[in-house]
């Protein structure tokens, strides 16, 4: 069984008791070594063998899996992996060889950086909506970043875009949103080192500038965290 486990955004304690009983029980662990933390490697079999598959080729894990395709291989992945993960790719190998394969779901980073931050990405008469998604970069995005900004009522965060946050605030301004509307960065989401840099359109670029690793951004009036319609849930005028 490969079992493809979700590392969380950082925290080794963020993992699910799930995936930590898949670590606890392989015999051999791929993990990615420049976002998994190591502290989560000393919960592993103290048998299994451990690689790290940073700078490997898919050729490279793709002939690790069908060694140990007969073993429990644990692939240790950020975040939750279903989330630019090349999930995808891998598991198309895994079918095509007929391996057997599971998925263990995880805390994304987007839900590390609100907690970190202490909001609600879903506000009553504000946004319902919540989008994930990048800035193209050398990796193409086929919505446009004109499409996904037109959501205004939306819970924006970015993936993979700190270096891009000019790119980001420059079309937001094209478009009319307000210099005064907020924008956040956390960076290393749940880390030891986590920082959280709060701002807006006008003021965000130059408090992150220095950043060049880990960061999320957010993006929305929802960070003021003001409803403006009461919720139906908890009202004693709702039945």
Do not use: H
Request: hydrophobic share 40%.
């Amino acid at each position: 069984m490969i079992s493809f486990v979700s590392a969380g955004p950082g925290d080794p304690e963020l993992i699910t008791l799930k995936g930590l009983k898949a670590l606890q029980k392989a015999d051999f662990v791929l993990f990615t070594g420049s976002l998994v933390p190591k502290e989560l490697l000393k919960w592993s079999n103290p048998n299994a063998i451990i690689k790290n598959s940073y700078k490997m080729s898919y050729e490279e894990i793709f002939e690790i899996f069908k060694e140990n395709r007969n073993k429990n291989l644990v692939r240790l992945q950020t975040g939750d992996v279903t989330l630019y993960s090349t999930l995808a790719k891998q598991i198309e190998f895994l079918e095509k060889e007929k391996i057997e394969y599971e998925i263990i779901p995880g805390v994304s980073a987007a839900f590390g950086a609100s907690s970190a931050c202490k909001i609600e990405y879903t506000i009553p008469g504000i946004s319902q909506t919540l989008i994930l998604t990048r800035v193209e970069g050398k990796t193409p995005n086929p919505e446009p970043l004109e499409n996904i900004l037109r959501c205004q009522n939306s819970s924006l965060v970015f993936y993979l875009s700190i270096t891009l946050i000019d790119e980001l605030i420059k079309k937001a301004l094209e478009m009319g949103y307000p210099k005064n509307t907020p924008c956040w960065v956390v960076e290393k989401a749940s880390w030891p080192e986590e920082k959280i840099y709060k701002g807006d359109l006008e003021t965000i670029s130059k408090k992150v500038s220095s950043i060049k690793g880990v960061a999320l951004i957010l993006l929305g009036e929802f960070l003021r965290q003001k409803e403006k319609l009461p919720s139906y849930l908890y009202s004693q005028k709702w039945s």
